[in-house]
């Protein structure tokens, strides 16, 4: 009998520290998430189409219980952006010097210009989450987030880039040769990493189902919104979308479309929407 007492004992503080340690695991959460498939770079002055298939997120977070229905959320996230500027014809002109010293009037056409913006940002939310009880429950998110810029590029391509010079002191246009930097030059490409962005802040809302898989795990599966609310291109304008560089052979370099008067684009804004799944385990 007294062994059966000493067996109860025990098996009660083992249950006062078993609940004690579930108790303890609603207090902390740590989630692993990936979401999509939206998240662009959004501007008006150009004609552009969204990427509706290569906005891919992941992102691990944090969250600490104030209660048993409102967290406290933070973290850190990888989120990458892109942006599809098009026009059918991009035409300039500018002054310049060949190899020789010589001042003329360098003139260019691109025909059926495209070109691809991406940024990547490591994002740190600052969430306020409430959740409904049971196993599987209603949750919703909201707060914001700051993103850090990781790195941008852009890469530029056209069917036809033909170019001309026009030396006024001799009244003649020329249009060869190619190595002096005239004449029709095919199919374009240039790229480059030197994209000028800044620092993002988003408003940031998520709402959807927590499904529970133990006392410890569970599922969200759920719908997001992350809207810039701040201008992150940096407005510095480079006339120039071709640069002609007098070397005894020429060759171009080019700046994004975005920063020229031919795309004149005062404001860049992020924005990301889709669909989120986070795997949660407490402690």
Known sequence: MKSLDTNLWVFGVLSILCIGA???????????????????????????KQALDDGIGISIGYGRYLSPYW???????????TGNAKLNTVAGSYTTQDSEAETFEFRYQFDDYREEQRATYIQIPILVQYEGTGQNRFFIAAGAKVGLLLNSEYKTEAANLSTAGYYEQYDALLEAPRFAGFGDFGAYTWESESLALKTNVMLSAETG??????????????????????????????????????????????????????GAVDAIKTVSFGFKLKYGFGF
């Open 209 to 262: 189902l927590k499904l529970g898989i133990t006392e410890a795990s569970s599922f969200y599966l759920s719908v997001y919104l992350d809207y810039g609310l701040n201008n992150v291109f940096d407005a510095t304008q480079d006339p120039r979308i071709l640069e002609y560089n007098a070397d005894q052979e020429v060759r171009f370099t080019g700046n994004s479309i975005l920063s020229t008067p031919a």
């Open 22 to 48: 579930l108790q303890a695991q609603c207090k902390n959460e740590i989630a692993l998430g990936i979401n999509g498939p939206v998240a662009v770079l959004e501007y008006d002055q150009v004609d552009y």
């Open 71 to 81: 967290s406290l959320r933070t973290g850190a996230a990888l989120q990458t952006y």
